[in-house]
């Protein structure tokens, strides 16, 4: 099933967590032998598969009702991709050529004269990162009480004190959440002014469950195999303090992956990329994004999943009406 090295790929998929696995399952099983590059492992993780290899349960994902663990839920996606014929090298592309087809991607040596695969089509679904605090213990906490997702993981803190970090959309939105289950949700930020709407700000000074602690930050959190609390620091007194919670959500931002595709992939002011609405084409022809690179309002692993599928159908369809997809499309799986 596999491609030879010299020829063109029908599709090479540029990352390995939701959306580019599911875009694996559904190319692989269109027959046209995808080729992931999956990433390589991370100082936090070490393997590649995305923003869930991070994180602990996972209840949310239709299908499991017992819930399941992130890094397991991933290895399904992983071995479901292999057994369509999906390829996976642990890979990270480190160039990206797409001014004229096929398509080159470069791994290793960016500057080298050749690309090391070429592609008639790419999928880009590289993700996104929260952006952490830069705690050593965030490492060591995350997913055991430290986390970056109130919708994943609210639900697990029913009557405990929490905190949320950030003065943004983001964090009040999740501090509201949260009211849901937390008995108390304390909002630490570092000015003594929020970022967030007005509408935002009004509905989070009405909650009674919420709390402020303006002017600070959080120096260090405590706890081994769970979180347990958080040291604060006030930035214009000096003064310091310890919290006690059993949960804290980081809600300072999130940063696309899309260092590669400066200049040469439209995205919007925050580097996500720009897709034509309804579906996954970005400017380029042939080239499409699924995920969290293209998505800062749902970060889902279901919506992540949803769009690596969009991505998958708009590439064969395109492939389709360009020519290249592989010859026996009657062999397509009639579910498309
Ligand atoms: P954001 O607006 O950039 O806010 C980030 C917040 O985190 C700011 O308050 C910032 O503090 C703080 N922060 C940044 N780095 C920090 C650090 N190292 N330590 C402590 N605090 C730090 O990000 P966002 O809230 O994720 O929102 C992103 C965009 O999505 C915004 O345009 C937002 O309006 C939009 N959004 C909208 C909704 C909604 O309408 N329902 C919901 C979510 C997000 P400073 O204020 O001091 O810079």
Same mark, same amino acid.
């Given at each position: 099933m596999n491609q030879p090295m010299d020829q063109a790929r029908n599709v090479v998929i540029l990352g390995s967590g939701p959306a580019g696995l599911t875009a694996a399952i559904y190319t692989a099983r269109a027959n046209l032998a995808p080729l992931v590059l999956e990433g390589e492992p991370s100082s936090t993780t070490d393997q590649p598969g995305g923003q869930l290899m991070l994180t602990?349960?996972?209840?949310?994902?239709?299908?499991f009702a017992e819930g399941i663990m992130g890094p397991e839920l991933m290895a399904t996606f992983r071995s479901q991709a292999a057994r369509f014929g999906a390829e996976l090298v642990t890979e990270k592309a480190t160039r990206v050529d797409v001014?004229?087809?096929?398509f080159g991607i470069w791994v290793g040596d960016p500057e080298a004269a050749e690309p090391t695969y070429r592609a008639s089509s790419v999928i880009v679904s590289t993700g996104a990162r929260s952006i952490m605090?830069?705690?050593?213990?965030e490492s060591r906490l995350l997913g055991r009480g430290l986390s970056t997702c109130a919708t994943c993981d609210g639900f697990f803190h029913q009557g405990s004190d929490i905190a949320v970090v950030g003065g943004g959309d983001s964090a009040l939105e999740e501090a509201l959440f949260l009211t849901k289950f937390a008995a108390t949700v304390t909002v630490i930020h570092r000015r003594n002014e929020l970022r967030a709407s007005k509408i935002m700000q009004e509905r989070a000074f009405k909650n009674e469950k919420i709390t402020f602690r303006w002017d600070t930050v959080v120096e260090d959190l405590e706890g081994d195999g769970a979180l347990e609390g958080a040291r604060l620091r !006030? %930035?214009?007194?000096?003064e310091t303090a310890r919290l006690t919670v059993s949960g804290m959500f980081i809600a300072i931002g999130h940063r696309p992956n899309t260092d590669l595709f400066r200049g040469i992939l439209d995205m919007d002011d925050g580097g996500y990329l720009r897709t034509r609405p309804g579906s996954?084409?970005? !400017? %380029?022809?042939g080239v499409f994004a699924a995920g969290d690179v293209q998505d800062h309002?749902?970060?889902?692993a279901i919506t992540a999943a949803g769009s690596g599928c969009m991505a998958a159908i708009d590439a064969e369809r395109w492939l389709e009406a360009q020519g290249d997809a592989p010859g026996d499309l009657a062999e397509t799986p009639t579910e498309w």
């Amino acid at each position: 099933m596999n491609q030879p090295m010299d020829q063109a790929r029908n599709v090479v998929i540029l990352g390995s967590g939701p959306a580019g696995l599911t875009a694996a399952i559904y190319t692989a099983r269109a027959n046209l032998a995808p080729l992931v590059l999956e990433g390589e492992p991370s100082s936090t993780t070490d393997q590649p598969g995305g923003q869930l290899m991070l994180t602990t349960e996972v209840e949310n994902y239709p299908g499991f009702a017992e819930g399941i663990m992130g890094p397991e839920l991933m290895a399904t996606f992983r071995s479901q991709a292999a057994r369509f014929g999906a390829e996976l090298v642990t890979e990270k592309a480190t160039r990206v050529d797409v001014s004229s087809r096929p398509f080159g991607i470069w791994v290793g040596d960016p500057e080298a004269a050749e690309p090391t695969y070429r592609a008639s089509s790419v999928i880009v679904s590289t993700g996104a990162r929260s952006i952490m605090l830069g705690l050593e213990a965030e490492s060591r906490l995350l997913g055991r009480g430290l986390s970056t997702c109130a919708t994943c993981d609210g639900f697990f803190h029913q009557g405990s004190d929490i905190a949320v970090v950030g003065g943004g959309d983001s964090a009040l939105e999740e501090a509201l959440f949260l009211t849901k289950f937390a008995a108390t949700v304390t909002v630490i930020h570092r000015r003594n002014e929020l970022r967030a709407s007005k509408i935002m700000q009004e509905r989070a000074f009405k909650n009674e469950k919420i709390t402020f602690r303006w002017d600070t930050v959080v120096e260090d959190l405590e706890g081994d195999g769970a979180l347990e609390g958080a040291r604060l620091r !006030n %930035v214009k007194t000096g003064e310091t303090a310890r919290l006690t919670v059993s949960g804290m959500f980081i809600a300072i931002g999130h940063r696309p992956n899309t260092d590669l595709f400066r200049g040469i992939l439209d995205m919007d002011d925050g580097g996500y990329l720009r897709t034509r609405p309804g579906s996954t084409f970005t !400017n %380029v022809e042939g080239v499409f994004a699924a995920g969290d690179v293209q998505d800062h309002t749902y970060r889902q692993a279901i919506t992540a999943a949803g769009s690596g599928c969009m991505a998958a159908i708009d590439a064969e369809r395109w492939l389709e009406a360009q020519g290249d997809a592989p010859g026996d499309l009657a062999e397509t799986p009639t579910e498309w």
